[in-house]
């Protein structure tokens, strides 16, 4: 079930006067019944398997409780990178298999299995697997309530593309008697429009003009991909940053917090910042759950940079089963590396923050290229038509009207970053204008939207 | 309670803003040059009138025919609009000028599907009409649009009338013609059937003939098709014969389908390019069309 479909609407409609109306278990009850229809929309096959991740943390949690031995931690968590392997990535391994044999001229023929992708999978397990590891090292204590952890786990508004929510900050919430008060349901109401806005009129508009680019690369030239690749890092940004408010403004309308996914992450002044203000939730978890247990920042240098390198390659192979992402992955390790090394070697050098955040976005946008490409293959074509001069204005034609309207949604939303990030730090809360902005999206949307009611880009990770 | 009130002053305040503005934003529809706009401003009064799909609006250009005929002529023809769409802005025409004296309507826009109609839907906030088409065909949207109108406003074409407000509507020409390999994939290309009528567009050839026949001259016209296309698609006499069975003798068919020969004059398979536009004119004035318009 899209956010963005009349099912949802609907769906949203019956199910939050309900949850209101209840309390305690039986708001409990009603909140994991509606996320695991909410998931059977999509496909209620996958709900087994949902089901499964949740009985395998769950149960592995409740052992913990008495035991701390360390195959407790480690069955769990093996489970759960073998469920998610499966399905992510067994056929990846097995192409690449066949890639390396073929390269010997001892196999030619791939035989690769027939694998849907569960929606969510990497989002739902990570949940579990960060709980596990919590509950183990002692920073939570295992929840014993089922339905709790049920909940925790399947939660609908975060359960398809995050934010990846921890235990520890969410579970204590789930039932509790908080009420919700007119100015938090203004708020809730706040970031769904502008989450909505950001999908609907940001990035489904910007999304018509990458699809082509992106589906036809040799048709363009390097102008064309070069405006392409810049539309793609702000298409990203609003599609994904839009589910994450939606997300957000959802669980505040039903009193709980997931915190901030992203803050606006083309400010940033150096590709470290970037990493702290993109998809904020899976940073931290990668950073919590991987780099820190690797020794984080209290090894030697070159073992800092190896860790470096293995995160990040570990977050691109996250994001999906395909060379593109692992490359990905690894550039922005490189260049966290490389940021490291400038930073300590040249301590005394300040360069213009305007220069560092135009950099720092630059560096970023060619490497969504890789992000957005179906194959190496159309990468590596799209920078040769970016970098070479010869084909560089072929092909300049485009729709006027979606030309135009891309801009003015790009402006829009760096206008309104800008305002958060140079402007006001501590806004004050005036209902009547903050409700009039609401209305002037919400007209915005009907007039400017794209109602075709696209996927958002985070659920096929 | 405060709140609540609140909450339905909002609701009250967005739909008002809602009507308000998109009342505005259609009124500026009036200073558009665009074709379609000037048949609700008061500015397409005209002796004949061309319908028909992208072939009649590359095909049949207005300014070229009144230079020639000396009468008044003004195309509703839109690119991809089937029969039926017309059907509705030559009615909202008549109701705001009269009839004319004669309606010049392209054939192929009988084959044209009804998909265009939802990119106009802006006419809804000016024609009942068209309106009442959507209500048919796109009635989930009508209750969206008449919920909320500016929805009515979100598409290209209505960016595109505001656009004319500020340049000057100037018909596009197409330019350039097939090339070998334009011809080879057109000749090796799989057969699928192109002349196939809709009932709808039927249906509303019908209607138009029925209801204008008697006081406007109604002239059915057919303009060129690529050879090579057409040598694959066989069955375009039987659909020829069919239209010429349910319409009154009276009406006469111009059939110049194979009127223009060489493809030098072929933007594509079935449009003219500039060049061919003028070879179907001069094709044209050589049989004394335009004497027989009015």
């Known amino acids: 079930m899209l956010f963005n479909s009349t099912n949802f609407l609907i769906f949203a409609l019956i199910f939050f006067p309900i949850y209101h109306l209840s309390s305690g278990r039986s708001k409990l009850f009603i909140t994991l019944i509606s996320s695991y229809i909410f998931y059977a929309f999509f496909d209620y096959r996958f709900l087994l398997l949902l089901f499964s991740i949740t009985i395998i943390n769950y149960y592995y949690g409740i052992l913990l409780i008495n035991n701390r031995r360390k195959i407790l931690l480690i069955i769990p968590l093996a489970l759960n990178l073998i469920i998610l392997s499966y399905f992510k990535y067994f056929n990846f391994f097995i192409g690449s298999f066949y890639d390396l044999l073929g390269l010997f001229g001892i196999y030619k023929k791939q035989y690769l299995f027939e694998i849907i992708l569960p929606v969510g999978i990497s989002f739902f397990t990570f949940q579990g697997m960060s709980y596990i590891i919590d509950v183990y090292k002692n920073k939570i204590q295992p929840e014993k309530s089922f339905i709790k952890f049920s909940t925790y786990i399947s939660l609908f508004p975060q359960l398809v593309a995050g934010p990846i929510v921890r235990a520890g900050s969410l579970i204590k919430f789930l039932g509790d008697k908080s009420q919700l008060s007119f100015i938090l349901f203004l708020k809730s109401c706040e970031l769904i429009i502008y989450g909505f806005f950001l999908k609907i009129c940001v990035a489904d508009r910007l999304g018509i003009f990458t699809e082509q680019t992106f589906s036809n690369p040799e048709n363009y030239g390097g102008l064309i991909h070069l405006i392409s690749s810049v539309f793609f890092s702000f298409q990203i940004y609003a599609d994904f940053a839009g589910y994450s408010l939606i997300a957000i403004g959802l669980g505040k309308l039903m009193c709980l917090r997931f915190g901030t996914n992203f803050r606006r992450p083309y400010f940033a002044e150096n590709i470290q910042q970037f990493w702290r203000r993109w998809h904020i939730s899976l940073s931290s978890w990668l950073r919590d759950y991987i780099y820190i247990p690797l020794g984080g920042n209290k090894v030697k240098s070159s073992r800092i940079y190896v860790n470096t390198l293995i995160v990040m390659f570990l977050g691109g192979l996250w994001h999906g089963s395909s060379y593109n992402f692992i490359i990905w992955g690894v550039s922005h390790g490189i260049l966290l590396c490389i940021y490291r090394f400038y930073r300590k070697s040249f301590k005394d050098i300040n360069t213009p923050r305007f220069i560092n955040i135009l950099f720092t976005f630059l560096i970023v946008n060619f490497l969504w290229i890789f992000f957005r490409s179906d194959s190496l293959d159309v990468s590596l074509l799209i920078f040769e038509k970016i970098f070479h001069l010869n084909d560089f204005f072929l092909n300049i034609s485009f729709d006027l009207f979606n030309l135009v309207i891309s801009l003015f949604m790009i402006f829009l939303i760096i206008s309104v970053d800008f305002y958060y990030e140079f402007v006001v730090k501590n806004l004050k809360y005036r209902v009547s204008y903050r409700i009039f902005l609401g209305m002037i999206l919400l007209w915005m949307i009907l007039f400017l939207g794209v109602f075709e009611g696209t996927n958002f880009i985070y659920f096929k990770f | ?294």
């Open chain 2, 1 to 294: 309670m405060k709140n609540f009130i609140l909450i339905l002053s909002f609701i009250f305040l967005f739909i008002l803003g809602d009507r308000i503005i998109s009342k505005c934003l259609i009124t500026l529809s009036k200073y558009s040059s665009l074709p379609y706009a000037k048949i609700y401003s008061g500015r397409a009064k005209s002796e004949i009138l061309i319908l028909g799909d992208s072939r009649a609006y590359h095909h049949l250009n207005d300014s070229d025919w009144a230079s020639i005929s000396r009468h008044k002529t003004f195309s509703l023809s839109i690119t991809g609009s089937p029969m039926i769409l017309q059907e509705v802005l030559l009615r909202d025409y008549v109701n705001l000028y009269g009839n004319p004296k004669t309606i010049v309507i392209e054939l192929n826009a009988l084959i044209s599907p009804v998909d265009k109609v939802i990119s106009l839907k802006y006419l809804g906030l000016l024609s009942d009409n068209f309106k009442q088409l959507m209500r048919i065909y796109y009635s989930k949207q009508l209750k969206i649009c008449q919920t909320f109108n500016l929805f009515f406003l979100n598409t290209i074409d209505y960016l595109n009338l505001l656009h004319k407000i500020a340049i000057e509507y100037d018909q596009p020409k197409l330019v350039g013609e097939m090339t070998d390999n334009d011809l080879d994939n057109l000749i090796n290309k799989e057969y699928s059937p192109y002349f196939q009528n809709t009932d709808y567009n039927v249906k509303s050839l019908e209607r138009i003939i029925r209801d204008f026949g008697e006081d406007v001259k109604i002239i059915l016209i057919i303009t060129p098709f690529q050879k090579n296309f057409l040598e694959n698609q066989f069955e375009k006499d039987d659909w020829f014969n069919k239209i010429e069975s349910m319409i009154p003798k009276i009406i006469k068919i111009f059939d110049y389908s194979e009127s223009v020969i060489n493809n030098e004059y072929y933007f594509d398979d079935r449009h003219l390019n500039e060049k061919g536009v003028k070879k179907l004119l001069n094709n044209m004035n050589k049989d004394n069309f335009f004497q027989k318009l009015i």
